[in-house]
Structure formats: structure tokens, C-alpha cells
Nanobody, 123 residues
Framework: QVQLVESGGGAVQAGGSLRLACAAS????????MGWFRQAPGKDSEFVGV????????TYADSVKGRFTISRDNAKNTVSLQMNSLKQEDTAVYYC????????????????WGQGTQVTVSS
């Protein structure tokens, strides 16, 4: 049974930082690219970034480049999303997702999804 569990969400003031984590189980973790997506109420799911199975390649959406960093620890089956210089528009539910192969920016490429964790950025 594959499970992805996000943690670390919460409320933060604009300009602040937050670190999200995603713990995976039930899969061969290093074989999966791990992506992050976010969704605000009434909005489409938005690609945030992805990291390759080996952890050597990362890709980010333009909206978060230079502010967010994805990393992974394959020994612990975890992926992190470090978010700095947060803006009000970053407010959303954040999801981690696992994809066989690279994954990329398309939600349909991902096989498994976590339950999401809320991030709220206030001004």
C-alpha cells in the first residue's frame, strides 16, 4: 500500500519561510520522481517543482524559482520543499506526488498523491 504523507504546513507571514516534508512508504522510493503541486480554492492545480529519483535534477515553476528548493533523502524515503520569501499568492494546499520516470509538470503523469497540507501566508 503506497502512502505519501505531507507535513509542515501552517500559517506564516509574508516574507517568512516554511519547510514541508513528504514521507513515502510502500514503493521503491528512488525509482520515483517526486513532485510538488499546490491548489488554491477555485483554482487549478499548479505545478511547483519536481526532483528526479536520484536527486540530481530539479525543475521549478517560474513562480517559485529562486525562492523554493526541493531536496530528497532516499535513505529516509523523504522529500522536502523549502519555501523562502513567501508571498500571499503562495497560499494553497500543497501536495506531494510520485511518478515513475521523470514526472514533469503534468499532474496526470503522477501515480500517487498525498493528502495535502495547508500553507497560509498572511500580509
Amino acid at each position: 500500500q503506497v502512502q505519501l504523507v505531507e507535513s509542515g504546513g501552517g500559517a506564516v507571514q509574508a516574507g517568512g519561510s516554511l519547510r514541508l516534508a513528504c514521507a513515502a512508504s510502500g514503493l521503491t522510493f528512488s525509482h520515483y520522481a517526486m513532485g510538488w503541486f499546490r491548489q488554491a480554492p477555485g483554482k487549478d492545480s499548479e505545478f511547483v517543482g519536481v526532483i528526479s529519483g536520484s536527486g540530481t535534477i530539479t525543475t521549478y515553476a517560474d513562480s517559485v524559482k529562486g525562492r523554493f528548493t526541493i531536496s530528497r533523502d532516499n535513505a529516509k524515503n523523504t522529500v522536502s520543499l523549502q519555501m523562502n520569501s513567501l508571498k500571499q499568492e503562495d497560499t494553497a494546499v500543497y501536495y506531494c506526488a510520485a511518478a515513475v520516470g521523470y514526472g514533469g509538470p503534468r499532474p496526470t503523469s503522477y501515480d500517487y498523491w498525498g493528502q495535502g497540507t495547508q500553507v497560509t501566508v498572511s500580509s
